[in-house]
């Protein structure tokens, strides 16, 4: 284990969908189950990455939106409902962790650095997915937007998912797919790194990560303090 005062943070802040895990054949296939139980046209599947990242709500509304079809608030509530009974059927069919995760776990742990999972997905569903797929013990921390109320960008949902962890936000980085990770980042105070494998894509005039890594191994030498942010 690498000394503690040596290292640059104390924790990292992982995003889930698009980050830790590819999920998002089980994501766009449950909105698409609900959206046929209601006729609206499958969102096809060049188009599934809009269905990530901003929580269940507003995968609904983009999904019957695409189709063509705006929802009133009732309704919006009751095919959430649905679509997150559906999920919950389905959601370890074809979710995998992306190559490296495992290691890159492990490796920090080993370093003596705490992480901690920041996702717009429900916390249960989110820490379901972690334990199947292996993940769950090297994670100090889960905060979906149920847990505290709030979900990224807020800075909130960072800040409270570090204070549970017990770590101060100027020990911290957030690793995430979107520009909501960034954004989410900057609003609490952390750098932000953006991994290339996600679902995202970087827009020139929106918020900027402070690094880019192509891999979970180009991470390690970030915290370490061996690699400078960009």
């Not at 503690?4 to 889930?16: E, I």
């Not at 847990?147 to 949902?157: E, I, L």
Request: net charge negative; charged share 25%.
């Amino acid at each position: 284990m690498v000394n503690g005062d040596s290292l640059r943070f104390r924790a990292v802040v992982f995003d889930l969908d698009g980050t830790l895990v590819d999920s998002l054949v089980d994501v766009a296939g449950a909105v698409n189950d609900i959206l046929a139980l209601s006729g609206v046209p499958a969102v096809p599947r060049e188009k599934w990455p809009m269905l990530l990242g901003e929580g269940s709500r507003r995968r609904m509304e983009a999904g019957f939106a695409f189709g063509g079809t705006t929802l009133t608030a009732e309704d919006l509530d009751r095919s959430v409902r649905r679509f997150q009974e559906r999920y919950a059927e389905r959601m370890l069919e074809e979710t995998r962790a992306f190559d490296g995760a495992t290691e890159a776990l492990e490796r920090i742990a080993g370093l003596g650095i705490k992480v901690g999972v920041c996702t717009n997905k429900e916390e249960r569903a989110a820490r379901a997915i972690l334990s199947e797929l292996g993940l769950v013990s090297h994670i100090t921390a889960v905060a979906g937007p149920d847990t505290y109320g709030v979900q990224k960008p807020h800075r909130d949902h960072v800040l409270k998912l570090l204070e549970a962890m017990g770590v101060e936000p100027a020990h911290a980085i957030l690793v995430g797919d979107s520009v909501h990770d960034i954004e989410a980042a900057h609003n609490a105070g952390l750098p932000a790194v953006y991994v290339l494998w996600g679902y995202g894509h970087l827009d020139p005039r929106g918020a900027q990560p402070d690094h880019v890594i192509g891999a979970f191994a180009d991470l390690v030498p970030i915290l370490k303090g061996q690699a400078p942010l960009q």
